[in-house]
């Protein structure tokens, strides 16, 4: 159970009710702490001390202190009479992108989304970091999506009518959203020319791309998220007794925070390691099924390219001639080659690719490829990888100019 609160709760006092005393900032930490022990002191004080269930009283408590109810505190915005919060909003939502990519599992799922309470911003921006994460998980698991919203508390009475109201008063539990989550590629930008082309080859359908430029997590959580991070927490600035950030969490920290899920969910359902710039069709075909098998376009189309380079190949191999000759002495050669002497043609190699021809034939361009026999097994791999690189991110954004 994840419980998100706002960093704007620090010092935060609820009337007529005895509150945790108030305290001096000296750094964010402190902030992020006092926050924390306010939430657990509510959670314990106030809502669990309440139930009239002891039973569930207990259990509650249990789970409270087994650190299995986690409290994050993510940044927020807005001047209240406890603390002024200065930064950017949309900060609230990478940060929150950031921390579920850790602690949502990676297996087929039931999740669970309370929108009932929340600061205006929040409940929309929580959503949005569920859904796009959830549509990762859902290329390979099956993730059921229930969001839920209780009905408003009474509120524009007197006192006294008050008191009656809310005594009678049953608030419902009601379900706006119950679905199975669909695969929901990446499409946001990202500096990086790699993981540019790993987004592009999994929005596109681009398998021998996907194999060669998989980011390697360990490297993805430190260059492109640990450091980003540490360095948006060093230039939070407590003064006052308020904060101000003088950085915000960029567009490159949300998209890496995807990547850097989709690799956890990818990791514990693959058993190929990966990356690899020269991969067997098997294992190939064997990526295309797990990773496509809910996008039918993309897995007809891939898989039919694979089986016809396959089948190509296999042909060469039998065919008595130099290329037949070099083929099954294991020597790497360029696929269109093989396809000339397989076929009895004679296409040129093309100095350059038209992105529409990359994208028609799933990345797997016959004069861009290499084909390879060893022991009858059959592996491809490219040759220039900068080229490949440029061929991926024209094939998803065009020219960017960046």
């Excluded at 359908?205 to 490297?219: A, Q």
């Excluded at 496509?292 to 694979?306: G, N, P, W």
């Excluded at 002495?329 to 093309?350: M, P, W």
Aim: some cysteine; hydrophobic content about 35%.
């Amino acid at each position: 159970m994840i419980i998100f609160t706002l960093d704007t709760l620090a010092n935060i006092k609820i009337k007529g009710k005895p509150d945790i005393n108030q305290k001096t900032f000296s750094n964010y930490s402190d902030v992020k702490e006092d926050v924390e022990n306010r939430v657990k002191w509510f959670l314990e004080k106030e809502t669990i001390a309440n139930l009239s269930d002891s039973s569930l009283k207990e259990k509650m408590t249990k789970l409270l202190n087994s650190r299995r109810i986690k409290i994050v505190v993510a940044p927020g915005v807005g001047s209240f009479k406890n603390i002024k919060v200065e930064g950017e909003m949309l900060d609230f939502y990478h940060y929150a992108l950031y921390k579920l990519s850790k602690e949502l599992p990676t297996g087929s799922m039931k999740v669970y989304l309370d929108l009932t309470h929340g600061i205006n911003f929040m409940p929309t921006l929580l959503y949005r970091a569920l859904n796009n994460l959830l549509g990762l998980a859902a290329f390979v698991n099956n993730c059921r999506f229930v969001v839920l919203n209780s009905e408003p508390y009474p509120q524009g009475f007197s006192k006294e009518e008050k008191d009656a109201v809310v005594s009678e008063t049953v608030l419902r539990i009601r379900v706006v959203e119950d679905r199975f989550v669909q695969p929901k590629p990446i499409y946001s930008k990202v500096k990086d020319r790699s993981l540019a082309t790993f987004i592009s080859s999994l929005t596109n359908g681009f398998p021998l791309v996907f194999t060669t430029f998989y980011p390697e997590i360990d490297k993805l959580k430190k260059s492109f998220i640990n450091e980003e991070l540490e360095n948006f927490l060093r230039n939070i600035e407590i003064k006052s007794g308020n904060v101000k950030r003088k950085k915000c969490l960029s567009e490159d920290f949300k998209t890496s925070s995807k990547i850097y899920y989709l690799i956890r969910v990818l990791n514990a359902s693959n058993k190929h390691e990966l990356p690899k710039t020269e991969v067997s069709i098997d294992d190939l075909e064997c990526l295309i099924e797990l990773i496509f098998k809910k996008i039918t376009r993309l897995e007809v189309i891939t898989k039919r390219d694979v089986r016809q380079i396959r089948d190509v190949v296999k042909k060469a191999s039998k065919k008595d001639g130099e290329v037949g000759d070099r083929l099954r002495s294991g020597e790497k050669l360029l696929y269109l080659d093989v396809y000339n002497f397989a076929k009895d043609k004679n296409f040129d190699r093309k100095d350059k690719i038209d992105p529409r021809d990359f994208i028609a034939h799933s990345g797997l361009i016959s004069d861009r490829i290499y084909v390879r026999l060893d022991n009858g097994k059959m592996t491809l791999s490219y040759g220039d990888l900068e080229e490949i690189m440029n061929l991926s991110i024209k094939s998803m954004w065009g020219d960017r100019g960046d």
